[in-house]
């Protein structure tokens, strides 16, 4: 720098010290007091200017302008303003400093500045365009969340509360004439509630996020309120710990078909690990009842299963619905994982 070659008056670095001050001072400036970032980048050159007569190295502040350059968000009122900065800098290197090699390295380090200042802000835009696109993605997801917890509440609840409305009036009108007729109404409204309940519990557990474990238990507890028998073989360590949240994902919509869709009886859930090392899950139903055939439908093709095959793609596994007289099984499988 000239101040080290040659020295400095008192009057220089009081001067220096001042353009500094207000250097530092304009990006602090708070709200309504802080000027536009165009003005921010003509107050340094003019400092920078200011400071010729003094005999410092003026050209740093011109650099300082054009990193500010880089943050205008305008890219072509950038680079223009940027153009008019570096012109005037080249000008008065040339006419009044005459320090062509100083210039130049002005020149160069303001080059590099503007450009790592642009490339910072462009990153900080995608930043916060990514922050964006993240809370409403958020957003959504909490919306259709609570609009399928309604569905559920509704497709639940909607229907089982209509049956022991009719089931109760029908079992006022036989009394007192026919008080057998009424007591099977009863008996009928007492089984509808406990599938209303069990079914209940299932949609409102799939509000929380559990083991495989504790879905199981959930979800046998469900179905035994309502009056199925469950057995239940092997044991849920044979599952691949890594898969246990979509394991549990499909036991919950497993035996909530069960409960929904199908006449079924009985339920049987069986863990297995094969010879091959491949692990098996197989939920079954079964009827003794001639609903729909013979067959309880507690699986067939729809968005609950399309929603299972989705998952299971993710960590290589498949999944097979198998009909039977008794009733019908999904059987999951998941290559071998510990």
């Known amino acids: 720098m000239p101040w080290l070659a040659h020295g400095a008056t008192f009057t220089a670095v009081i001067a220096f010290i001042i353009g500094s001050a207000v250097f530092i001072t304009l990006p602090l400036l708070p709200g309504r007091l802080a000027p536009p970032i165009e003005w921010r980048v003509i107050i340094y050159a003019l400092i920078g200017i200011v400071l010729i007569p003094f005999g410092g190295y003026w050209g740093v502040f011109f650099i300082s302008a054009a990193a500010t350059c880089g943050a205008i968000d305008n890219r072509r009122r950038a680079v223009a303003l940027l153009a008019l900065v570096l012109a005037v800098c080249i000008l008065l290197a040339l006419t009044l400093d005459h320090n062509v090699i100083g210039c130049l390295i002005t020149l160069i380090v303001a080059a590099g500045t503007f450009t790592t200042m642009s490339l910072s802000m462009d990153l900080h835009r995608q930043n916060q365009a990514l922050g964006r696109a993240q809370d ?11 609009e399928r917890f309604a569905r559920d509440l509704h497709d639940t609840l909607g229907q089982s509360l209509t049956v022991i409305a009719l089931k109760s009036e029908l079992g006022r009108r036989h009394l007192p004439h026919a008080p057998e007729n009424a ?26 996020v559990t083991s495989l474990e504790q879905e199981l238990a959930s979800g046998v507890e469900a179905l035994r309120d309502a009056g199925l028998e469950v057995a239940v073989s092997g044991e849920t360590r044979l599952m691949p710990a890594v898969h246990d949240a979509v394991l549990a994902l499909i036991i919950r919509e497993g035996l909530t078909n069960i409960l929904r869709h ?77």
């Not at 409403?136 to 609570?146: G, K, M, N, P, V």
């Open 136 to 146: 409403e993605i958020r957003a959504l997801t909490l919306i259709a969340e609570r």
């Open 262 to 338: 199908a006449n079924a009886d009985r339920c049987i859930i069986r863990f297995l690990r094969l010879a091959t090392g491949e692990a098996q899950l197989e939920i079954a139903d079964q009827s003794a009842s001639t609903a729909h055939g013979g067959i309880p439908l507690s699986f067939r093709e729809g968005n609950g299963i399309k929603g299972m095959r989705a998952r299971l793609a993710q960590v290589d596994g498949t999944l097979l619905i198998n009909r039977h007289p008794e009733g019908t099984s999904l059987v999951i499988t998941l290559g071998e994982a510990s």
């Open 183 to 208: 007591v099977r109404e009863l008996e009928e409204i007492g089984d509808r509630a406990r599938q209303a309940l069990a079914e209940t519990r299932l949609a409102v557990s799939a509000m929380r």
